[in-house]
């Protein structure tokens, strides 16, 4: 008898033990929450600045209902939740009639924010917002948001998480068609699901390591529970390494893909930037060297944005400017996702069985590599076409289509626009296929920062299976990091969860 009181004791001093480490934890989270907590109603102009026909001011926070009640003239029943209503919008103080608009309740909890809140739709000019937004700062308990503080709040209320807010963010910049659908795929949680799956497995990982730790002595873990998460552990590594392995398609549809124009002087480089960006954007010059700094420009290609990039004539050079000018041109081909490769389609051998040694020649002299990954980020331009005798022009064309062992060769002319759908068809193709189709196949990453926390994830989780049958503890801390690192990228991770776990799967304590 006093022995299993004895046994009782220790083992609910040691479930006891492990609830207090965790609760320290969970303590110091609901201190962080309850600091963010803003008691104080924000209010802001939310649908951009400018004359417009109708402009939008949203409010959100508990003196919502007096703004609504005191602006609208309600002073019994609140309109029905998001309803619109045609009201004067009035000055609380002096009475003065503002505006007549729309209203809009949306009561907490079913709200953007979680909170209550209110929206005014009102004429655009600015001297109606002006008097609409001075009359809801004369309230009290009302000050101007701050920069994205309405999604901070929808974020802290559960109704966002961290990858849906950056997906938010990505769709209102988004300036293509697929940039727009990446970041509404994002948005919807795609994203967030994948990784929640992944912080959900790791929870239970961690929970059952850090259960064995404590109470195996008292045979209250099963047996083969190690196991199950020497396996769990391994597939998520998996996993995780193939999400890695994606070839930063997201990131380079969410920030533009990178196109350098690069070759020789007077090949035509200014001319193409000029004709794809549709207007002079370089200048254009028959004397050699007329570029000497890197001009930029952002193009829609198909729906995927572009940082289009002219480039210094590569040529041996004296000229102190023109030699920095082809530094700089060498370093922004070989940072480059994509390069055209431009050459004088003059320049070209007459005798056309030496045309494909002629163009490997050049390209080694543009690409730092002249095989495998490089020539196939590579397209070749054979400008100036217009200036071929016709014959020579079709019979070179056929000699391209049966080159092999080089990049897609598009024969073009700047001056007539000669060969110019076929190029931008090659171009579309090699954007598309470096930044995906993205709504197809699995979400990809968009952020370096979450490259990074994955990253960190996968060395975590390989510090578990070092230390696994070295030190249970150490493992169980590779484990605690990896959950750490994708908490950093949700926003959400909490140690009560895993208590939850603990208690769900084994009874611990009864």
């Given at each position: 008898?006093?022995?299993?009181?004895?046994c009782?004791?220790?083992?609910?001093?040691?479930?006891?033990g492990?609830?207090?480490?965790?609760?320290r934890?969970?303590?110091?989270?609901?201190?962080?929450?309850?600091?963010?907590?803003?008691?104080?109603?924000?209010?802001t102009?939310?649908?951009?600045?400018?004359?417009?026909g109708?402009?939008?001011?949203r409010?959100?926070?508990?003196?919502?209902?007096?703004?609504?009640r005191?602006?609208a003239?309600?002073?019994?029943?609140?309109?029905?939740p998001?309803?619109?209503m045609?009201?004067?919008?009035?000055?609380?103080?002096?009475?003065?009639?503002l505006?007549r608009?729309?209203?809009?309740?949306?009561?907490?909890?079913?709200?953007?924010?979680?909170?209550?809140?209110?929206?005014?739709?009102?004429?655009?000019?600015p001297?109606?917002i002006?008097?609409?937004?001075?009359?809801?700062?004369?309230?009290?308990?009302?000050?101007?948001a701050?920069a994205?503080?309405f999604?901070r709040?929808?974020?802290?209320?559960?109704?966002?998480?961290l990858?849906?807010?950056?997906g938010l963010?990505?769709?209102?910049?988004?300036?293509?068609?697929a940039?727009?659908?990446?970041?509404l795929?994002?948005?919807?949680?795609?994203?967030?699901?994948?990784?929640?799956?992944?912080?959900?497995?790791?929870?239970?990982?961690?929970?059952?390591?850090?259960?064995f730790?404590?109470?195996?002595?008292?045979?209250?873990?099963?047996?083969?529970?190690l196991e199950q998460?020497?396996?769990?552990?391994?597939?998520?590594?998996?996993?995780?390494?193939?999400?890695?392995q994606?070839?930063?398609?997201?990131?380079?549809?969410?920030?533009?893909?990178?196109?350098?124009?690069?070759?020789?002087?007077?090949?035509?480089?200014s001319?193409?930037?000029?004709?794809?960006?549709?207007?002079?954007a370089?200048?254009?010059?028959?004397?050699?060297g007329?570029?000497?700094?890197?001009?930029?420009t952002?193009?829609?290609?198909?729906?995927?944005?572009?940082?289009l990039?002219?480039t210094?004539?590569?040529?041996?050079?004296?000229?102190?400017?023109?030699?920095?000018?082809?530094?700089?041109?060498?370093e922004?081909?070989?940072?480059?996702?994509l390069t055209?490769?431009?050459?004088?389609?003059t320049?070209?051998?007459?005798?056309?069985q030496?045309l494909?040694?002629?163009?490997?020649?050049?390209l080694?002299t543009?690409?730092?590599s002249?095989?495998?990954?490089m020539?196939?980020?590579?397209?070749?331009i054979?400008?100036?076409?217009?200036?071929?005798?016709?014959?020579?022009?079709?019979?070179?064309?056929m000699?391209?289509?049966?080159?092999s062992?080089?990049p897609?060769v598009?024969?073009?002319?700047?001056?007539?626009s000669?060969?110019?759908?076929?190029?931008?068809k090659?171009?579309?193709?090699?954007?598309?296929?470096?930044c995906g189709?993205?709504?197809?196949?699995?979400?990809?990453?968009?952020?370096?920062?979450?490259r990074?926390h994955?990253?960190?994830?996968?060395?975590a989780?390989?510090?578990?299976?070092?230390?696994?049958?070295l030190?249970?503890?150490?493992?169980?801390?590779?484990v605690?990091?990896?959950?750490?690192s994708?908490?950093?990228?949700?926003?959400?991770?909490?140690?009560?969860?895993?208590?939850?776990i603990?208690?769900?799967?084994f009874?611990?304590?009864?």
């Amino acid at each position: 008898m006093l022995l299993r009181s004895i046994c009782h004791w220790v083992r609910r001093t040691s479930v006891q033990g492990f609830m207090t480490r965790f609760t320290r934890q969970l303590c110091s989270r609901k201190r962080l929450h309850t600091g963010l907590a803003d008691a104080e109603t924000i209010f802001t102009l939310s649908s951009g600045h400018g004359r417009c026909g109708v402009a939008v001011i949203r409010v959100s926070g508990p003196a919502s209902e007096t703004a609504l009640r005191c602006m609208a003239g309600l002073t019994r029943s609140l309109p029905p939740p998001r309803t619109a209503m045609l009201r004067s919008i009035t000055d609380p103080q002096s009475k003065e009639v503002l505006d007549r608009g729309l209203v809009l309740w949306f009561p907490g909890p079913n709200s953007f924010t979680g909170e209550d809140s209110l929206e005014f739709h009102i004429h655009g000019g600015p001297a109606v917002i002006t008097a609409v937004l001075q009359a809801l700062g004369s309230m009290p308990g009302m000050r101007p948001a701050e920069a994205g503080e309405f999604t901070r709040r929808a974020f802290q209320a559960g109704k966002l998480g961290l990858t849906e807010v950056e997906g938010l963010g990505d769709l209102i910049h988004a300036e293509t068609e697929a940039q727009r659908r990446q970041a509404l795929r994002q948005m919807s949680g795609e994203l967030g699901q994948l990784y929640q799956d992944w912080t959900d497995r790791l929870k239970r990982c961690l929970a059952h390591v850090e259960a064995f730790i404590d109470f195996s002595e008292d045979e209250l873990i099963e047996d083969g529970v190690l196991e199950q998460v020497d396996g769990s552990v391994d597939g998520l590594r998996s996993e995780m390494a193939r999400h890695l392995q994606d070839e930063r398609r997201g990131e380079r549809l969410r920030s533009g893909v990178q196109v350098v124009i690069a070759g020789a002087t007077n090949a035509g480089k200014s001319s193409l930037l000029n004709t794809l960006c549709q207007r002079p954007a370089a200048i254009v010059s028959p004397i050699a060297g007329t570029t000497r700094d890197v001009v930029e420009t952002a193009l829609d290609v198909g729906g995927f944005p572009v940082l289009l990039s002219d480039t210094a004539g590569l040529r041996d050079s004296m000229d102190l400017v023109e030699k920095e000018g082809i530094r700089r041109a060498r370093e922004r081909v070989e940072q480059a996702d994509l390069t055209l490769l431009v050459v004088d389609s003059t320049q070209l051998p007459v005798n056309n069985q030496q045309l494909k040694s002629f163009l490997q020649q050049h390209l080694s002299t543009v690409l730092p590599s002249s095989e495998g990954q490089m020539v196939r980020r590579c397209l070749l331009i054979l400008n100036k076409a217009d200036l071929l005798p016709g014959e020579h022009r079709l019979q070179l064309r056929m000699e391209l289509g049966r080159l092999s062992g080089l990049p897609p060769v598009s024969l073009i002319s700047c001056h007539t626009s000669d060969g110019l759908q076929d190029f931008l068809k090659a171009l579309h193709r090699s954007v598309k296929t470096l930044c995906g189709d993205p709504l197809s196949d699995a979400p990809t990453l968009t952020q370096a920062r979450h490259r990074a926390h994955i990253q960190q994830c996968v060395s975590a989780l390989h510090q578990y299976a070092q230390y696994r049958d070295l030190d249970l503890a150490l493992a169980a801390e590779g484990v605690r990091l990896a959950l750490t690192s994708l908490g950093r990228i949700t926003g959400r991770v909490g140690a009560e969860e895993i208590l939850d776990i603990i208690f769900k799967d084994f009874c611990i304590g009864k």
